[in-house]
């Protein structure tokens, strides 16, 4: 399992991700940001710059709970919430 070791906040809604594989990432997570634990994270700038490593779960996550699977970060997994739109699609 691939996971996560630093983040650092960029312009927007981008960061770079550091992953234990010692590869490198700037990924634009808006379009990740679902659901209404990601609401304040989205709609304000400041507290999306907050984002940091949980070294338990190694990914990136707030305060306020929220956080992302690093194999939906690395590219290895869509969101759940992906995979049932695509299931309700069919």
Known sequence: MILIHAVKALDGHKVLLHFSNGEQKVMDLLPLLRGPIFDPIRQNLSYFRTVHVDDESGTIC?????????????????????????????
Do not use: F, K, M, T
Not at 62 to 70: L, S
Not at 73 to 87: C, D, F, I, R, T
């Open 62 to 90: 707030w305060d306020n709970g929220a956080d992302i699977d690093p194999d939906v970060l690395y590219g290895s997994h869509v969101p759940a919430w992906q995979e049932v739109e695509n299931v309700v699609q069919v």
